[in-house]
């Protein structure tokens, strides 16, 4: 038996504690009876997404609708009036940055931040290493190599990423109205900070995106309040690894002779939702602008690769992911800023349909947290991605997302064993030094 596979058998045991020994008997049996019917509803429709060679756990136990993106939709987000692109100054980071929120967090942000554990720094410092824009981006060989036709340049290229570690890939037609219409440059000074925008470079020509996702590690998550000190460096980990890719994946598809272009964490030109969703890695969810993956939640970080490689894209996804959101609001019960809103409807933001948040209380939490560094307690506490992989959890989402009603069940169960809620200590590895985070 190989050790990776002694230590995941290790993990599912560990994760057998009394509590939720009332699954078994008739729970199972039950639970089973459902989950083999709904398995038995899954269509025979086949897009893109499944033009792969990936592991047959890719999207997990979920019931998976594939839907077309239109003028009106893109996947379940529904599009009732024009998007119109932002200029990166506009987001929660770059906003501290510029002082709009005081001088305190706009100092916080630049010398204390990611220097309150020595792990987060680490990280974020080799992130960094990865964000020249010769480094993300750079012209295409002058001869192109001769490549597979669309579709198996497509597995090919998904399979690249498996290869390179990734927990999940897709391909979308890009969104260009994603992209930011002005990128923000800062570099700081102990009086403040000197700011710069600058138009982004045209990737009009960049027809698709290669999506990479990364999962933030569940026994980790286990382990932590979703606040403390573990938080950044969870988050940059994986903005370090979809990085690590896309600068792999797009300096390969340069050297075939095509251009492409990474955007990760350090080095953006676009928003990164839109793109998630066109290339059939989730739906919208009510944690503002983080797109819950059918098997991962939005446990997850991300990196694209946007290219005008000949690729066939996936379609948009439907799980049932934003319904259950719409009933669930655990996140907002539990965010310990505030920022996540209760109402059960959507509202329209640029053209779109989404839930509100409040990104000025979102990003001061997290920039000024006297408890640990950053925060990612909506993600911690979530009932689609906070549990271990097991076959009744498995089924329970399946209920949640094809069953009408089942999703507030899951809920309830979830507060009622404290999953999402617990932090279990023997999985807690890291160490803290809680005198730095103040």
């Known amino acids: 038996m190989s050790a990776v596979k002694k230590r995941k058998e290790k993990f599912q045991k560990e994760l057998e504690f009394s509590r939720r020994e009332f699954l078994g008997g008739a729970g199972i049996l039950a639970a089973s009876a459902a989950l083999v019917n709904l398995k038995g509803m899954r269509g025979e429709a086949r897009a893109a997404n499944e033009i792969t ?13 594939y839907v077309p993106a239109t003028e009106k939709n893109l996947g379940t987000t529904r599009i009732v009036g024009p998007i119109k692109q932002r200029r990166q100054a506009e987001d929660g980071f770059f906003r501290a940055v510029s002082g709009e929120f005081g001088e305190q967090s706009a100092r916080n942000y630049f010398f204390h931040f990611v220097n309150k554990h020595p792990l987060s720094h680490a990280l974020f410092k080799t992130l960094g290493h990865m964000a020249a824009d010769n480094v993300v981006g750079g012209e295409p060989a002058p001869e192109k190599l001769p490549i597979p036709d669309p579709e198996r340049m497509s597995r090919h290229i998904k399979e690249l990423g498996f290869f390179l570690r990734a927990d999940d890939v897709g391909i979308g037609v890009m969104q260009h109205h994603a992209s930011y219409s002005e990128r923000f440059l800062a570099h700081p000074t102990p009086e403040g900070k ?12 960049h027809k698709y995106v290669i999506a ?31 990085g690590f890719i896309a600068v792999i994946m797009a300096d390969y598809i340069r050297m075939l002779g095509y251009n492409a272009r990474a955007h990760h964490a350090e080095n953006y030109n676009m928003i990164l939702a839109p793109n998630l ?23 997850t970080k991300a990196a694209v690769v946007s290219t005008d490689l000949p690729l066939v894209p996936d379609t948009p996804i439907d ?21 996540l809103s209760f109402e059960t409807e959507q509202s329209e933001y640029n053209g779109y349909m989404c839930w509100p948040g409040d990104m000025a209380k979102c990003t001061l939490f997290r920039i000024n947290n006297p408890q640990g560094v950053s925060c990612g307690r909506c993600m911690k506490v979530c009932p689609w991605n906070n549990k271990e992989d097991s076959f009744i959890h498995s089924g329970g989402l399946q209920l949640a997302g094809r069953v009408p009603g089942a999703d507030g069940l899951l809920k309830d169960v979830d507060d009622m064993l404290g999953y999402g809620t617990e932090q279990i200590e ?12 103040k």
Request: proline residues 4%.
């Open 53 to 65: 060679a990936q592991l047959p756990e890719r999207y997990g136990s979920a019931h998976i609708n």
């Open 194 to 205: 000197i700011d710069i925008s600058t138009p982004v470079e045209d990737n009009s020509h």
């Open 212 to 242: 990479v996702l990364i999962d933030q590690d569940l026994r980790t998550m286990l382990g932590s309040t979703g606040y403390d000190g573990i938080s950044a460096s969870q988050s940059f980990r994986s903005y370090a690894t979809s």
């Open 277 to 299: 969703i066109a290339a059939g890695m989730g739906e919208h969810s009510r944690a503002c602008d983080c797109v819950m993956h059918p098997r991962l939640g939005y446990r």
């Open 319 to 339: 799980f049932g992911g934003m319904e259950f959101c719409r009933r669930c609001k655990k996140c907002a019960e539990e965010c310990p800023s505030k920022a």
């Open 426 to 437: 023997e999985f807690k590895w890291w160490l803290d030094w809680p005198e730095m985070y």
